[in-house]
């Protein structure tokens, strides 16, 4: 192989891709067979089975026990909001995650008091081991999950308060603004910051995806005067939706 030259696996999965793209092969059709792919492309079985690999990894394709490998249905993705705006009359966790006026979600939670690993300490600008209040959310569209979110709290600052809980107490269900104004904390400020990566097996089941799927996480925190005071991941299935922000102009 010469320099810029692709390897040939990249090569078979790339004219396949573009068959699937341009619906020469169409949803749940099947892929070609191994000895098919190594027959019409010239290549090797390593290099027809690392081409399937390739799409399985994209997404493209999936396999189906006992029966062979197809092409999956690609789902239109549709839009999750995200917005500096604050609704009046404070935001419900759903809300609070799609700012689509809209939206009319459903979602269940369970908290738990934790201590802060390495990475959620630096975030919250805590000590490792430090004590936590950490609540796991889904998020259902129509039933289906859409997104998966994970907040830490310190109990430094919610502990023994009426909102220790996010989900329980007076202020039960609305949103981090609201619950931490009611002890006098003041939120005056959050940032988040959008990366990607392949799920991880537990995220992907409850996602509905296939291993080998890529999510949208974004790591949001809320501060107060400089002081994080909650700190979350939200997950979000790349093919199934694009992440839009509104944002207010002073």
Known sequence: ???????????????LRNKIVDGSLPPHTRLPSQARIREEYGVSDTVALEARKVLMAEGLVEGRS???TYVRERPVPRRIARSGFRPEGGATPFRQEQSDAEARGTWESSSAQTVASGAVAERLSLLPGDRVMRTKYVFRDA????MLSTSWEPLAVTGRTPVML????????????????????????????????????????????VPGHVVIVVQRTYYASGRPVETADVVIPADRYQVAYHLPVK
Do not use: K
Request: glycine content about 20%; hydrophobic content about 40%.
């Open 1 to 15: 192989m010469t320099f810029g030259e692709q390897p040939a696996y990249l090569r078979v999965a790339g004219d």
């Open 66 to 68: 006992g029966s062979g």
């Open 143 to 146: 039933g289906e999950v859409m």
């Open 166 to 209: 996010p989900e329980e107490g007076p202020l039960g269900g609305m949103g981090v603004v609201e619950r931490m104004a009611a002890i006098d904390v003041i939120v005056d400020n959050v940032m988040e910051e959008v990366g990607a990566r392949p799920g991880l097996a537990e995220e992907l089941q409850a996602l509905g995806g």
